[in-house]
């Protein structure tokens, strides 16, 4: 297994391609290549690949990502993505653990988002995991604050300081999704 990590720019038209079909989004099945390139240029895509150089499991870490709680903005990188080429082969842990590993080596303050039916998964790769708390993060919809549509916020890396503001989000303390102009 091979685990490499590769910004937008980086990745090969094939790559570009693979990944899109993985992630297996309508509305992106006929992106080409430069458009991907340039929707994703704030990432880095995190993925194993087998001995073929076919990528077995993937994450993308999104860059761009602003949190605004208590009138303060936390920017924060965004774990997204997450899919295996095959499930029930070990692929999807694989790549959450040395992901995990990375962002912690690398000290990057690192969440990302599930539905609670994905919990056991999560719970297994020892991800900690704020339950409930996805909801409590509204982001703007057609000029109007919407709840995410997630249900938990997982903890890859993050502070004690950060991840204690995160625990404290509630119905009446809200965070707001800051979209980049």
């Not at 709680?69 to 965004?78: D, L, N, R, T, V």
């Amino acid at each position: 297994m091979n685990y490499q990590i590769k910004k937008s720019s980086e990745l090969t038209d094939h790559e570009t391609q693979h990944i899109l079909s993985l992630w297996d989004v309508p509305e992106w099945s006929g992106m080409p290549p430069s458009d991907f390139r340039s929707s994703f240029k704030n990432s880095e895509f995190h993925f194993i690949s087998g001995s073929e150089n076919e990528i077995l499991a993937i994450i993308r870490l999104n860059l761009d990502f602003v949190l605004e709680i208590s009138g303060k903005q936390y920017p924060f990188a965004e774990a997204v993505g997450l899919v295996s080429a095959q499930k029930k082969r070990g692929y999807g842990s694989q790549i959450v653990h040395v992901f995990k590993e990375n962002m912690i080596q690398r000290k990057i303050e690192t969440i990302g988002f599930c539905y609670a039916d994905l919990r056991p998964f999560y719970q297994k790769c020892n991800i900690e995991i704020l339950e409930n708390k996805a909801k409590t993060i509204l982001e703007t919809s057609e000029n109007r604050w919407i709840s995410s549509e997630d249900d938990d916020i997982l903890i890859f890396n993050m502070s004690g300081e950060t991840r204690e503001l995160l625990r404290q989000l509630s119905p009446e303390k809200n965070a707001y999704l800051i979209a980049k102009k």
